[in-house]
């Protein structure tokens, strides 16, 4: 909870008074400098565990297979659904043109010449 709060807090003194372009500067190489503080405690406390160290394999394969099934999963659904919902507009019929087949891309391409 006390993480959130601290996000929040962060967000809203941002919003009221953004940085200046030094201290973005700044403000992203303490973040880069947590975020190699925050890998090297984790990896610590990994290499301290003697039940992960025993079962890395199994852990290493199972975060494999996740991630690979995510992968699959989210081309699968992207490919689906630009199927249903891009609207193809090279070929079309307009309303006022009393339903004739136009042809919008050489349409526009002789507009723009």
């Known amino acids: 909870m006390e993480i959130l709060i601290?996000?929040?807090i962060g967000m809203t003194l941002g919003y009221?008074?953004?940085?200046k372009e030094k201290q973005l500067k700044i403000n992203g190489k303490l973040q880069q400098l947590g975020v190699v503080f925050l890998l090297f405690f984790m990896g610590a406390s990994i290499g301290s565990?003697?039940?992960i160290i025993k079962n890395i394999g199994s852990i290493g394969l199972?975060?494999?297979?996740f991630s690979a099934l995510?992968?699959?999963?989210?081309?699968?659904?992207?490919y689906f659904l630009?199927?249903?919902l891009i609207i193809k507009k090279h070929k079309g019929t307009n309303a006022s043109n009393n339903g004739k087949v136009i042809d919008e891309?050489?349409?526009?391409?002789e507009e723009n010449i």
């Open 62 to 65: 199972i975060a494999f297979i």
């Open 16 to 19: 009221i008074r953004p940085l």
């Open 70 to 78: 995510s992968v699959v999963g989210s081309i699968v659904l992207v």
């Open 6 to 8: 601290a996000l929040v």
């Open 49 to 51: 565990n003697d039940e």
């Open 82 to 84: 630009s199927e249903k």
């Open 105 to 109: 891309c050489t349409t526009s391409y």
